[in-house]
């Protein structure tokens, strides 16, 4: 059991000789941290924010603000005018526009304010391009905006703003009057603002015109000013500056997204609980079915029904509070049905209220209408996915810790004398000199790049954690680089933050800086960071950021950062900065050659354009694999497509059958890593029984032989914005029964898995999706109807996984030790037929590891397609060129009514291939066709032809 005094015995034993006031602050705060579970009382409620708190408790129908129509004026960037607050005269600037494809984007902020607003543009890959518009009509108390098949009708008194597609009502906006601005203002009989810090902007400069208008003073509340949280003071030096605004969906029942919370996919109504909460948290041993907040926050929601998809991105970086309702939450079915029958059913509707300390009220409204388009419109704004190493994808072990290099070499050994497949091995914080991060610990791992250079001779890599807290040493080099040149964060009194973490005081950089961000690239040096190899990679943790003894373990909200923001202003990008910086630094460590990974725990939106998260210190239970597939679609549908979760849970020990059933998950989700906590008994496969060492590596084999499926996904990610992992209505959009499906998914739009999550279960009920459509077991080929659901009989070696009728998935059927090692293997590819007797797929090729791909055009992009019994390949992007020796070894097609009588392949176009009968064997119970040996390489074009 992982409890408060067993931590305080092994840090106490870490650290070595600690003073009694440093002891008492770590008892203190490895206490907050929590013994047997998460204590929620060391994490606040909305009642105990107050920001929180005031907005909640506005009443609906009673918005005081008034757009002025006299001021609405058409610019080059959009429809601008002026919003009055007519409680205290306060008027703000408001501006409409039109961006990218069918995305409109909204921003409200101070005119003239004392203090500038924060604003997280680097959640943008770039500035949004201004799409056209033009104003369709206008009377006294509207006007209305269009934009392709869009329109914005902006509504004067009360202020709203509803959004139409193809004339039908999407989006509504203050519809429900909940809108709350806070401006800055100077304290009743107080100082004026902090010397320095009014009126600035994020470099730092005094902005014109500021501080003309007087608002009329409002009465201050509780919390405004200044805030208690446990111990911990929040002085509040600016005062009040939330900001609120409500969106509501009609005609939709669901939402998703808002990661990161232990919680449904489709997410739930609040007006009986806590809001969604956003703001990024170390939570040790979090409970499940919990508003409460996580490590990371991406601030998007989708709304989707049998007519549409849209989605919202509330671009913020403070702490933020999500309220959802819903006129249908808590009906049943029969409910629902007895409204239809009695002919008083109401459309559905989903409100949304969103809340945050400060910034400015920033929202794009993606407008679809296709769940597809969404998500690229989503990714235009803030960046497609960075295209992973193939070794990013394949398995990675790991465990805190790994003792020393014999440790390391016994356990690679292991793998391969049980021939069971892995990638990459990664080392926790103990590899360190004393937690001082880009160090080694001399006497455990006294070789660390002949110990690299082993790992990688077997074609795979190795990870080591870097975190952002800094051990407070002068013979440390990167605290005494980072103190002498002032890149720490400030704490409100001028001096260097401190807190506590694992090295025991500790600094912590400040990202917010691009000094300091290039300063931490430069670290990533082979010259710099002793002991490393460009087989190395990087794995941040800890970037909430974590401070043991901060309030809510994290930092205080009033630290300082450059360009003289509070933290509460930056806290949830923060943690982003961190990897975004590391990859910079892999990228030049190979002058801009090959691609990085980088793991990290923190995340915001944007991220997906760096790496890879995962759901941090999860529970070796049940319901800690169950709850991981709505988290990774939460992050799948808000853009972090790269995401996994910790393989048997990273506290406590699980049994085999738990640990077989989370091995077999995984292999189906898209970051694929075993951990454990230190104290923990060790887990490797070859440590159990042998039915579950050989269900691991059956489930491993698994992973790696749809390497190329998943390669392929990933490249479709990066250049189209698609989950890798997706819900089911993102291929069956107007199949209502897929709407709050969370236990099966789609990878890409081939493969449908349902994971086995309960002990002892015998068989599982799986629904397989669309009228007329038909599915097979990827096993034995078995057919089933597509739009009902149907009772699998599952064993310990099996979980569900279904090919989609329609569909080709590549294979590569020979299993090496690590993926870098199958380059030249041959294909294999797996063709499922719909009722239509058709079916396409893509096939993407390329180097594996380095940015050739992108900048030189070496890749290949292949589509294949079968249809009136042909199957032809052809070059999908004509751009791409690339010198393979993989071959075509086998095509399976399955759900072929008939034999053939022959089986041809030729060349196509101008592909001289000499024209020859080929090999096959079919079977009638199954309707499966196998084609041995066309051999022919993946690169040409080519057809095959069935007689």
């Not at 489709?266 to 907040?293: C, I, Q, W």
């Not at 052809?874 to 399955?894: A, P």
């Amino acid at each position: 059991m992982f409890t408060c005094t067993s931590v305080i015995e092994q840090l106490v034993q870490r650290m070595g000789n600690i003073s009694k006031p440093k002891l008492l602050l770590l008892l203190l705060a490895l206490c907050i941290l929590g013994a047997d579970g998460v204590d929620r009382s060391n994490f606040k409620t909305c009642d105990q924010s107050s920001f929180c708190k005031r907005h909640r408790n506005l009443q609906p129908g009673m918005s005081p603000y008034r757009a002025l129509m006299d001021t609405v004026q058409m610019t080059p960037t959009g429809l601008t005018m002026r919003l009055l607050n007519t409680h205290n005269s306060v008027e703000l600037q408001l501006q409409l526009a039109a961006v990218n494809l069918n995305t409109a984007r909204l921003t409200i902020d101070e005119i003239n304010p004392i203090r500038q607003r924060y604003r997280p543009t680097d959640a943008l890959s770039k500035e949004p391009t201004i799409a056209e518009a033009s104003i369709l009509s206008q009377d006294d108390n509207s006007i209305t905006l269009g934009f392709l098949q869009n329109k914005a009708v902006v509504t004067s008194d009360p202020f709203r703003i509803d959004f139409l597609v193809d004339d039908e009502l999407a989006i509504s906006v203050n519809s429900r009057g909940l809108m709350k601005f806070e401006q800055y203002r100077k304290r009743k009989g107080g100082d004026d603002p902090v010397e320095g810090q009014e009126g600035e902007n994020q470099e730092g400069d005094k902005q014109e015109g500021e501080g003309e208008e007087e608002p009329v003073e409002e009465e201050d509340e509780p919390g405004m000013w200044e805030e208690t949280f446990k111990s911990h003071h929040d002085s509040k030096p600016h005062g009040p500056s939330s900001i609120g605004l409500d969106f509501s969906f009609p005609g939709v029942e669901h939402v998703y997204g808002i990661p990161e919370h232990a919680d449904s996919f489709a997410l739930k109504t609040t007006t009986s609980g806590e809001p969604y909460r956003l703001y990024n948290l170390d939570v040790f041993e979090y409970e499940l079915h919990n508003p409460m907040a996580l490590y990371g926050s991406i601030p998007v929601m989708i709304a989707h029904n049998a007519q549409r998809t849209v989605g919202l991105f509330w671009m913020n970086a403070a702490e933020t509070w999500i309220d959802i309702s819903s006129n249908t939450a808590g009906k049943t079915v029969f409910g629902k049905m007895l409204d239809y029958v009695k002919g008083g059913s109401e459309m559905p509707q989903t409100d949304t209220h969103w809340i945050s300390e400060s910034g400015v009220i920033d929202v794009f409204f993606m407008l679809g209408p296709r769940p597809g388009q969404v998500f690229s419109q989503y990714t235009d704004l803030t960046g497609k996915p960075a295209m992973p190493p193939l070794f990013a994808i394949a398995y990675h072990q790991s465990r805190w810790n790994y003792n020393d290099e014999e440790d390391v070499k016994n356990v690679d050994a292991g793998f391969d004398d049980n021939d069971i497949p892995y990638d990459v091995l990664w080392l926790d914080i103990e590899h360190t000199d004393g937690k001082r991060y880009m160090t080694w610990d001399k006497h455990k791992f006294p070789t660390p790049r002949d110990m690299q250079d082993k790992i990688a001779a077997k074609g795979r890599k190795m990870v080591v954690i870097v975190d952002p807290h800094i051990k407070r040493d002068d013979n440390y080099h990167i605290h005494k680089d980072a103190k002498d040149h002032g890149y720490y964060v400030k704490s409100k009194d001028g001096g260097d933050f401190e807190g506590w973490c694992w090295p025991g005081s500790s600094s912590y950089l400040d990202f917010i800086n691009p000094i300091v961000r290039d300063w931490w690239a430069s670290r990533f040096d082979l010259g710099t960071f002793e002991g490393s190899t460009r087989n190395l990679f990087i794995w941040n943790d800890m970037n909430e950021p974590s401070v043991f003894n901060g309030p809510e373990v994290t930092m205080h909200k009033d630290a300082m950062h450059y360009g003289n923001w509070e933290h509460r202003d930056v806290h949830n990008i923060f943690g982003m900065y961190l990897p975004k910086s590391t990859y910079q630094g892999l990228v030049q460590r190979s002058h801009g050659k090959e691609r990085p990974f980088v793991l990290s725990r923190a995340f915001f939106a944007g991220y997906q354009r760096y790496g890879a998260i995962w759901t941090g210190d999860n529970t070796a239970e049940w319901g800690h694999l169950k709850i991981s597939i709505p988290m990774l679609l939460s992050c799948s549908v808000a853009g972090q497509s790269f995401a996994g979760a910790d393989v048997g849970g990273f506290f406590k020990n699980p049994d085999s059958e738990l640990l077989l059933r989370w091995y077999q998950t995984a292999a189906y989700q898209p970051f694929f890593r075993a951990h454990a906590h230190l104290d923990t008994r060790r887990r490797e496969p070859w440590l159990f029984d042998k039915e579950t060492m050989n269900g691991i590596r059956e489930a491993l084999r698994a992973r790696y032989a749809l390497l190329p499926y998943w390669y392929t996904l990933f490249y479709q990610a990066a250049t189209r914005g698609m989950p890798v992992m997706r819900p089911l209505w993102v291929e069956f959009p107007t199949d209502t029964s897929t709407f709050a499906t969370e236990d099966e998914y789609m990878i890409g739009d081939a493969l449908l898995a349902h994971p086995v999550t309960d002990a002892g279960a015998s068989g599982v009920n799986v629904y397989l999706p669309g009228e007329g459509q038909v599915w097979y077991d990827v096993d034995n080929h078995k057919k089933y109807n597509g739009g009902s659901s149907v009772y699998i009989p599952v064993t310990l070696m099996k979980i569900p996984v279904f090919q989609k009728g329609g569909t080709i998935v590549p294979r590569k059927e020979r299993i090496r030790r690590a993926s870098s090692l199958t380059s030249r293997d041959p294909y294999t590819f797996i063709i499922a037929l719909d009722k239509q007797g058709t079916a396409t797929g893509e096939l993407f090729v390329d180097d594996g590891h380095s940015f050739n791909y992108r900048d030189n055009n070496r890749f290949l992009h292949k589509n294949y397609l079968f249809e009136n019994n042909k199957l032809i390949s052809r070059t999908m992007d004509m751009n791409g060129e690339f010198d393979t020796k993989s071959w075509v070894e086998r095509i399976i097609i399955v759900g072929l009514p008939k034999a053939p009588t022959t089986v041809t392949i030729d060349g196509i176009r101008d592909i001289m291939i000499d024209k020859k009968n080929l090999e096959f064997r079919y079977t009638p119970d199954t309707q499966t066709l196998v084609i041995r040996k066309p051999a022919v390489n993946v690169a040409q074009n080519w057809s095959i032809t069935l007689q």
